[in-house]
Structure formats: structure tokens, C-alpha cells
């Protein structure tokens, strides 16, 4: 079975208990796990996602220039500065 381009492997309860390292083995090296109790999915073991290495500075332009009154009061509040 797959699972966009992932290998997905069914495994019931029992036989997960059983091989439950190997089964963490296989599910780190990308690989899905299912587990099902009477023929139905339950619970699935995966690869936890690293997130990506962040870069100072690789936003820049992204997001637009401030406005010089960026940080001033705003008009709505007006009423609840006096």
C-alpha cells in the first residue's frame, strides 16, 4: 500500500506490541506504519518531520516596507486613550 510515494505497512495490535522496534525503525526511515485492531485503522506510527534549518535574513522583501507611522496610535482607539 501507499500513501503518496510512501510505503504504508498494516500491522494489527498484537504483532505491533511484538515488533515495536523495528516497527520505529521503519517508520524513522520514512516509511508509515497502520496499526489496526479487528481489520480497522486505529493509530498510524511515522517519521517525525525535522523542520528546516532557519537562515537569518531569508525573509527580506517578503513581507514590504513599514510605514513611518507603523507603531503610532490608531484612530479606533482614541476613545480609550483619554
Known amino acids: 500500500m501507499t500513501n503518496m510515494g510512501r510505503r504504508v ?6 504483532e ?3 515488533r515495536f522496534s523495528e516497527l520505529v525503525r521503519r ?5 508509515d506504519i497502520v496499526i489496526a485492531r479487528d481489520h480497522r485503522p486505529v493509530a ?3 517519521s517525525v518531520a525535522r ?7 531569508s525573509g527580506r522583501g517578503v ?3 513599514m510605514t513611518p507611522d507603523f507603531d503610532g496610535p ?3 482607539f482614541d476613545e480609550y486613550m483619554k
Open 74 to 76: 490608531l484612530a479606533d
Open 44 to 46: 498510524r506510527l511515522t
Open 9 to 14: 505497512t498494516v500491522v494489527n495490535v498484537a
Open 16 to 18: 505491533a506490541k511484538a
Open 63 to 65: 513581507f514590504g516596507e
Open 27 to 31: 517508520a524513522s526511515g520514512g516509511e
Open 51 to 57: 523542520p528546516a534549518a532557519r537562515r537569518p535574513g
